[in-house]
Antibody, heavy 116, light 110 residues
Framework: QVQLVQSGAEVKKPGASVKVSCKAS????????LHWVRQAPGQGLEWMGL????????AYAEQFQGRVILTRDTSTSTVYMELSSLTSEDTAVYYC?????????WGQGTLVTVSS | QAGLTQPPSVSKGLRQTATLTCTGN????????AAWLQQHQGHPPKLLSY???NRPSGISERFSASRSGNTASLTISGLQAEDEADYYC???????????FGGGTKLTVL
């Protein structure tokens, strides 16, 4: 079965960077785009960007341009999301999600807390 | 970035039918249609439909989606207590080259 397993919770200080991983299994890794979506406490879903596992091509939401980098490792079927220059506004649960028309499978989420 | 517009809340009684709406534009909903997600508190979202009216396997037929112009709709029939959740629509916006989400609708089943 399709599974997306994310790395554990992180606590970071303002100005720092965070790197979250998402390991895919149960399907052909290179066949589907993988997206990153975040959700601040009590708020809605916010799209951050996507990566094509087959060629590493990326697209980012305008509000994250220059601050987020998505990468992938085809040898381990893992994608990574690195977000820099963190502020308290970046405190959120970060999800990876597979695309099939919509986002049909989601990781369990990774809580990133930014606090001094 | 321009998002999709959803009503913040909808309330309906048990066994009734709820219709949730999602308005975008010709570059988003009006282009390739919308997807609908259900999210219970503390859990990741779950895909209910995509490209307006395609239902993933395992999703109840009580959930049906449609589109008219730039507005997508999700109809939930025979409401059950477990349908109480947040519902989000999403779509690819071809002019922004970005996925956009609606702000979500909180469905309360009375």
């Amino acid at each position: 079965q399709v599974q997306l397993v994310q790395s554990g919770a992180e606590v970071k200080k303002p100005g720092a960077s965070v790197k979250v991983s998402c390991k895919a299994s149960g399907y052909t890794f290179t066949s589907h785009f993988l997206h990153w979506v975040r959700q601040a406490p009590g708020q809605g879903l916010e799209w951050m960007g996507l990566i094509s596992p087959s060629d590493g091509g990326t697209a980012y939401a305008e509000q994250f341009q220059g601050r987020v980098i998505l990468t992938r490792d085809t040898s381990t079927s893992t994608v990574y999301m690195e977000l820099s220059s963190l502020t308290s506004e970046d405190t959120a649960v970060y999800y990876c999600a597979r695309e099939l028309g919509g986002h049909d499978h989601w990781g369990q989420g990774t809580l990133v807390t930014v606090s001094s | 970035q321009a998002g999709l517009t959803q009503p913040p809340s909808v309330s309906k009684g048990l066994r009734q039918t709820a219709t949730l709406t999602c308005t975008g534009n010709s570059n988003s909903v009006g282009n390739e249609g919308a997807a609908w997600l259900q999210q219970h508190q503390g859990h990741p979202p779950k895909l209910l439909s995509y490209r307006s009216n395609n239902r993933p396997s395992g999703i109840s037929e009580r959930f049906s989606a449609s589109r008219s112009g730039n507005t997508a709709s999700l109809t939930i029939s025979g409401l059950q207590a477990e349908d109480e959740a947040d519902y989000y629509c999403s779509a690819w916006d071809s002019s922004l080259s970005a996925w956009v989400f609606g702000g979500g609708t909180k469905l309360t089943v009375l």
